[in-house]
């Protein structure tokens, strides 16, 4: 039944997601992003490999608002969370169809977002709904053929080491930029 549910609900985001396309620069888009969401791996594996890199994020972006969406079930260190807003999400907070519930989403979506990244190597629909539910002009994350009808920024890296996966992910954001500077 869950599958069911999950291939309904698939196919209404991938037509709210083409509604979402919008012609842009993704330079210039990626210049002016405020605000970031970040979807922190729920494979234990994956993650371990990709959470000591996230601070890569603030010098990519040092003046934008990053929040991490960790699952419950793999927490990040605190140590590693400072400059970050941090919201856990547990299976209480996936409505019936697998998409963010009504709480989740009043905490999750109380301003919008400029830019969505999926730190999931293995496709996870949970992340995939909360990229198209929060109306983003850019979702990132890495190739898979499910992604493509939901993301509009898909990397291929070269390499089966989910750690080296964050460092080129970041590397087609952009690195530092001299003209952004550090947030206060």
Sequence with gaps: ????????????????????????????????????LVCMPVSPAEFASMVKSINQFRLCFPQAHITLLQPQTTP???NLTLGFQVIVWAQTDVDRMGK?????????????????????VSPHFFSMAVAVESNAPIKAGFSDPARSRIYNLLIRPET?????????????????????TARR
């Design 160 to 180: 089966a080491d989910t750690g080296q996966y964050l460092a080129i992910l970041l590397s087609y954001l952009g690195t530092a930029d001299p003209r952004r």
């Design 100 to 120: 963010p519930g009504k709480e989740l989403k009043s905490r999750l979506f109380n301003e919008p977002f400029d830019l969505v990244v999926d730190l999931n």
């Design 1 to 36: 039944m869950k599958k069911l549910f999950e291939n309904i609900t698939f196919r209404q985001l991938c037509a709210k997601a083409n509604k979402q396309t919008q012609p842009m620069v993704f330079s210039d888009q990626l210049n002016k992003s405020k605000r970031i």
């Design 76 to 78: 990040v260190p605190a």
